[in-house]
Every structure is written in C-alpha cells, then in structure tokens.
C-alpha cells in the first residue's frame, strides 16, 4: 500500500485556507473593535501626555515665580537690613549727643553751684568780718581802749574771724 500523499490531502494547507476564510468572513468585524479600542488607548494616552506637558509648563512657570519672588524677597531684605542699620546709626548718633547736651547741662549747673558757693562764702566772710571789725571798733569806743590794747583787741579780732565762720 502505497499513501498517495497528495498536496489537497495535506491537513495543514486545509488549516490555513479555514484560518485565512475565517479572518477574510471575521475579520472586519474583529478588526473594527480592535482598532477602536487601541484608538480610544491612543486617545487617552494623548490626553494623559497633555496633561503631563500642561502639568509640566505651569509648574516651570511656578518654579520661575518663585525664583523671582524670592530674588525679590532677599531684595527687600537687603534694603530693610541696610536702612535699619541706618535708623540705628541715626538713633546712637542722636543718644550720643543728648548724652553730650546732658552732660553740658549738668556741669554747666554743677559751675553755677560752685559759682554761687563761691559767692555766698566771699559774702559771709565779708558779712563775719565786718561784724567783727563792727564789734572791735564798739568795744574800742566803748571801753576806752588804751592804745596799747588796741593792738592785742585788733589781734584777737582777726583770730576770732575762723570761728565766727565756721559758726556762719
């Protein structure tokens, strides 16, 4: 017994020609809700990339925001340093002279103490002594001084002139 192997014989060419006339009568109606679905993939995975490039651009437009207000800020900082480093020298400038005026005052008016000390002690010693020559003269005339106690009289009047200041 011979097989006669013929080519139509053969089960894998019936095999194809039922794959090929199955996506030849199927096909179309696969293929349609095949490629809508990848599409439809297609479309979302566009929409998703939009996003993303949007997403993308406001937050590099964000980031150059806040670099330039923070440039700003340490702008603003720097001139508030600088003139509050001015408002102080300003200040202690100003302290140091009121000190200086205070201090004039005050030894101006310590001088015009001392001045007027100085005066009211000149004026009790003149008082003290022109009491005391005052006095001498009354008991030179009233008790007919001889003329040679007008001398020792006249001295201890003039050793008398230390206690009487100290009693003024």
Do not use: C, Y
Not at 48 to 77: C, G, H, S, Y
Not at 126 to 136: E, G, M, S
Not at 138 to 149: H, K, N, P, R, V
Request: aromatic content about 4%.
């Amino acid at each position: 017994m011979k097989h006669d192997h013929s080519f139509l014989a053969e089960p894998r060419l019936w095999v194809a020609v039922a794959f090929v006339i199955f996506f030849v009568a199927f096909g179309k109606k696969i293929w349609t809700p095949v490629v809508a679905i990848l599409d439809k993939r297609t479309d979302s995975v566009r929409a998703e990339l939009a996003e993303a490039t949007r997403l993308r651009q406001e937050a590099e437009a964000m980031l150059r925001d806040a670099a330039a207000k923070r440039e700003a800020a340490i702008i603003d900082a720097r001139v508030l340093l600088e003139s509050a480093a001015a408002e102080a020298a300003r200040v202690a400038a100003a302290a140091a002279e009121e000190a200086r005026a205070v201090g004039a005052r005050r030894e101006r008016m310590a001088l015009d103490r001392i001045a007027a000390a100085e005066k009211a002690a000149v004026r009790d010693v003149q008082i003290a002594a022109a009491d005391i020559a005052a006095q001498a003269a009354q008991a030179m005339l009233s008790g007919g001084a001889l003329a040679g106690q007008e001398n020792a009289l006249l001295d201890r009047a003039i050793a008398g002139v230390p206690a009487a200041l100290r009693a003024a």
